[in-house]
């Protein structure tokens, strides 16, 4: 409760400040259009200027003379704009110092605007923190923290409410809004045995779900952790321009005081020109366009990806991801729903489709096999138990069983050639079911492992962006590794993997990288950690069941979507690319004015037109990092 009340006074004296600051600003610049316009000369025309001056600028010249007790702070733009400002007093150039500061404040409230629009869209992601979570306890429901539940307990959530953790539905069914995680709209069905992460929201039904993950593990816990580390994770462009305007500063105050002394003392050349001159160069030289307008894009960007359920660990994977020659798909999962779906019925000797998948069915209804089970959702049926007769599973080779009195054999070519059967022989397939009834071959079901729909488009998608590469690695078999590839159109596969050999494939494709290029490995975060931490940027999906983390990975993908590496690689470049302009727009534009500030050829009013108008220029074109 104390702490509340600290926060709850904090930001109201954080407001009181801001609104002090605003209304001093306003007479500060209702003082100085009447000092322009009025007949006022003298004494009291000084008095009105420097009253004027003082109440726009009293907030730069504090920060400047507080700087002077901290070394390392102390040429920054506040130093920049009371030197060059007192300075203008002291000519008696009282409208030209009065303007710096002026527009000077214009551009820091725009700055703060662009700054606040990047904080509330970062904030989007830490608003899904749930407040609370109904635990079953007892036969009752308490409202409870959810940091207070247990794995292994029951949780409800109704309909409208935040899942607050974690889990598995163990009973009801309903849609969830899943677009502040995933950034897609389409609503997912969930039921008994569906995996559920914490954030989503339930549209409708009321559902019961086992927590599998306590909160400090969970996936909207993880959330609030990347957000939070991503901001301190600088590209090495931010880094840059840290270093670059701790130089930089001091390096054009020395010019400037040389500027104003040097012209006077050996060519004989008028001091206040000379001190004028130097007194525009300081203003131009500020480089707040530099300062704020190259982290502004990198945080622009992080929260334009977040918003599409893209979650990257800071700017330096942001800036790595740019740089992409080589992407290396994982298989199972990322490219493939990682699930047995029957792709092809074909029945033999009069039999029908439909009387082939009936009896596979019924024989493979006691199998707990990934292809058994396959051929069960397939068929899509109530089986009624009443009609088989026996069963026997033959261990390596298939079933028997008798359904309707008929006898049915249903597995592999071994089980097949056991029984003598004469059967088709299929080549460059596996997953393949093949059916006797009654000693007749009846056909064969082919099972496969299903591509996802949005992998299709993927290899030609990620080409048109400057992927150079693209590579598949899997531990299945050469026919289904290869099969899959041929379809997506990768031409690079590498089949019956361990995940070390993974690993080594990578160390491989890594090795034959142009100088400066980057490898991105793409997995399903459930056995692909050590390909993870392996390649330059590591990219998991967030899936029901295992922890966000991906301790591995660099980016975390809150959908199984793998179109969504194409929309990071393309906002990584789009942000990256922005940064850059912004640097080579902000150092050509001053680099110019400074020489035409020393030739004389321009003065003070254009000289603050020229910062603020770059530094506004230059955030404009950051923010566009948020579309």
Same mark, same amino acid.
């Given at each position: ?243 670059? #305007?701790? /130089?930089?500063?001091? $390096?054009?105050?020395? +010019? !400037? &005081?040389? *500027?104003? @002394? ?5 060519? %004989? ?8 001159? #130097?007194? /525009?160069?300081?203003? $131009?030289?500020?480089? +707040? !366009? &530099?300062? *704020?307008? @190259? ?5 622009? %960007? ?326």
């Amino acid at each position: 409760m104390e702490n509340a009340k600290h926060i709850a006074c904090s930001c109201h004296h954080e407001h009181q400040k801001k609104d002090f600051k605003k209304t001093r600003i306003i007479i500060g610049t209702l003082l100085f259009a009447f000092c322009l316009f009025a007949d006022i000369d003298g004494g009291l025309k000084f008095t009105l200027f420097l009253i004027s001056y003082l109440l726009i600028g009293a907030n730069v010249l504090l920060r400047a003379f507080g700087n002077i007790q901290k070394p390392k702070n102390l040429f920054d733009e506040n130093f920049l704009m009371s030197i060059a400002t007192i300075g203008a007093f002291a000519i008696g150039e009282y409208p030209e110092g009065i303007a710096v500061m002026l527009f000077y404040q214009a551009g820091e409230w725009l700055q703060e605007r662009a700054v606040s629009s990047s904080i509330k869209s970062i904030s989007a992601l830490l608003d899904l923190k749930p407040d609370f979570a109904n635990l079953k306890q007892e036969g009752k429901i308490v409202k409870v923290s959810p940091e207070e539940v247990k794995k292994g307990s029951i949780i409800i959530v109704r309909a409208g409410e935040k899942v607050p953790l974690d889990g598995v539905v163990v009973s009801g069914e309903s849609f969830l809004d899943m677009s502040n995680l995933s950034g897609e709209s389409m609503p997912k069905e969930v039921k008994e045995g569906s995996g559920i992460l914490s954030g989503s929201i339930n549209k409708n039904g009321l559902l019961h779900i086992e927590v599998t993950n306590e909160f400090k593990d969970s996936t909207i816990s993880k959330i609030v952790e990347f957000t939070k580390d991503a901001a301190k994770k600088k590209a090495k462009t931010e880094r840059f321009i840290t270093k670059f #305007a701790k /130089i930089y500063t001091p $390096i054009v105050v020395s +010019c !400037a &005081l040389l *500027l104003a @002394v040097f012209p006077p003392l050996l060519l %004989g050349a008028e001091f206040d020109v000379w001190l004028y001159r #130097a007194l /525009i160069f300081l203003v $131009i030289s500020c480089p +707040c !366009a &530099l300062v *704020l307008s @190259v982290p502004l894009s990198f945080f622009a %960007g992080l929260g334009s990806a977040g918003k599409q359920g893209i979650l990257v660990k800071g700017g330096n994977c942001f800036e790595s991801l740019s740089n992409a020659h080589t992407i290396v798909f994982d298989k199972t999962g990322t490219l493939t729903k990682g699930e047995f779906g029957v792709v092809k019925i074909e029945a033999a000797n009069g039999f029908s489709k439909d009387n082939l998948l009936h009896f596979c069915a019924y024989a493979e209804n006691f199998s707990r096999h990934p292809i058994a089970q396959s051929i069960l959702k397939a068929y899509n049926k109530e089986i009624n138990q009443e009609l088989i007769e026996s069963h026997e599973e033959i261990v390596g080779f298939g079933v028997k069983a008798v359904v309707e009195g008929r006898t049915v054999l249903a597995g592999s070519e071994r089980l097949m050639e056991k029984y003598g059967i004469s059967y088709e022989k299929i080549f460059n397939l596996s997953g393949i079911i093949h059916v006797a009834i009654d000693g007749i071959y009846a056909g064969y079901i082919v099972s496969a492992d299903e591509i996802k729909n949005e992998s299709f488009d993927i290899v030609r998608r990620l080409k048109t962006i400057g992927i150079k590469r693209i590579a598949m690695l899997t531990g299945d078999s050469k026919n289904i590794g290869e099969k899959t590839a041929k379809e997506l159109g990768i031409t690079e596969v590498f089949t019956e993997l361990l995940p070390l050999q993974k690993v080594e494939k990578l160390e491989v494709l890594s090795n034959a990288l142009p100088k400066n290029k980057k490898l991105i490995f793409v997995g399903d975060g459930i056995n692909d950690a050590p390909s993870l931490s392996c390649a330059d940027i590591g990219i998991a999906f967030a899936l029901p069941g295992q922890d966000i983390t991906a301790q591995a990975a660099d980016i975390v993908l809150m959908s199984p979507n793998p179109q969504k590496v194409v929309t990071a690689v393309k906002l990584s470049k789009k942000t990256v690319g922005i940064a850059r302009q912004n640097i080579a727009f902000a150092i050509g534009v001053k680099a110019a004015l400074m020489t035409l500030g020393i030739a004389g050829i321009s003065g003070m009013w254009e000289a603050v037109f020229a910062d603020v108008g770059v530094s506004i220029l230059a955030l404009i074109n950051a923010a566009r990092a948020f579309r």
